[in-house]
């Protein structure tokens, strides 16, 4: 089959003929790709631009880490997972020999491989999975939707670590599809939500068809247009999202005392803030990354129960042939989500 991957430690990507993924090991299944969308995180490994250098061990690597599939050939001892079944999968794969592996709790080992980062992804027709890192989705769930489970679990835990309520002013910072995810599953949990973007049109119409209280594009913006976006209150919870450093005092400069700033994007550099005023106001900084297996269950039931309205955050479907075309368009900032279709 043909695979999307990353081989030199330089700018690009390679499509490469390797052999198709055959009999699964124990307690592995090898899942048929049907949607599978092109992260930030990926455009950053494809533009070799930093921050990704723990992959050379890996290369050949093929790329893809937010995925929906059909299960398509079972190892032995699987548990309950049919072959034809629906399933959306979490990326990350633990050791399973160390001692927090061994004692079961899984959410803490500290030696883990992300599908599609240290070991083969889904930009191809298949890809092999551990059983247990597979959730089984009803039928009729659009996968390309599915494939948004990936950044809505990373959303979902850092409105956990804000521990956003009903009520809350929320403001997003980066209206890519993390900030997009924070912003719908805040709504949900009844916050008002604004969000804001940088040279982000496009994003930002994502956002507004999503149901986002309001945007600013600062891009161009007055002085003062994120103090007037805010009315004649400050924001309960700050959560950023653009991996920029210098969003980090933008947002702590609209966060009302004792407000709780999240810090969600990846930086490639060093973040500075005026650390008096922190003080002063009591703000609470925090960072947050990966979900937990809870977290993504609970990340299942949401999208079973409102796939439809998440369906406007794919805004471009590829088939898996014009990747880098889509990777492109990603670079670009044009639409949202870019998903691709085997
Ligand atoms: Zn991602
Ligand atoms: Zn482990």
Redesign the pocket.
């Known amino acids: 089959m043909q695979a999307l991957q990353k081989i030199t430690a330089a700018f690009g990507l390679e499509w490469r003929d390797v052999p198709e993924p055959e009999q699964p090991g124990a307690q592995e299944v090898i899942v048929a790709v049907s949607a599978a969308g092109i ?1 930030g ?1 990926d455009v950053h490994i494809y533009d070799w631009s930093g921050g990704y250098e723990f992959l050379r061990g890996a290369f050949p690597v093929t790329l893809g ?2 995925f929906a599939g059909r299960v398509a050939i079972l190892g032995a001892d699987v548990g309950s997972l049919s072959v034809g079944e629906p399933v959306v999968v979490i990326p990350s794969v633990e050791c399973g020999v160390c001692k927090h592996c061994v004692a079961g709790r899984l959410d803490d080992c500290r030696d883990r491989r992300g599908i599609g980062m240290l070991r083969d992804g889904a930009f191809a027709t298949h890809v092999r999975v551990p059983a247990r890192n597979c959730l089984p989705l009803p039928a009729g769930i659009d996968a390309a939707v599915a494939s948004l489970a ?2 809505l679990s990373i959303g979902l835990s850092a409105l956990k670590t804000a521990q956003v309520k009903a009520g809350d002013r929320v403001l997003v910072m980066g209206p890519g599809t993390i900030g997009q995810a924070i912003a719908m599953l805040a709504k949900a949990q009844g916050a008002q939500v604004a969000i804001v973007g940088h040279n982000d049109a496009e994003r930002l119409a994502t956002a507004r068809t999503l149901g986002v209280d309001a945007t600013l594009d600062i891009e161009g913006a007055p002085e003062g247009a994120m103090r007037a976006l805010l009315g004649d209150r400050e924001y309960d919870v700050v959560i950023e999202a653009t991996g920029a450093s210098a969003a980090v005092q933008a947002g702590l400069d609209v966060l009302r005392p004792s407000g709780v700033f999240v810090v969600c994007g990846i930086h490639g550099k060093p973040i500075s803030f005026d650390g008096a005023k922190l003080v002063r106001m009591r703000h609470q900084i925090r960072g947050t990354y990966r979900a937990s297996r809870e977290t993504w269950h609970e990340v299942r039931d949401f999208l079973v129960a409102h796939h439809a309205s998440l369906a406007p955050m794919v805004t471009h479907r590829l088939p898996l042939a014009q990747a880098l075309e889509g990777f492109e368009m990603a670079r670009r900032k044009i639409g949202s989500k870019i998903v691709l279709v085997p």
């Open positions: 992260c995180s880490h937010e990936e950044p």
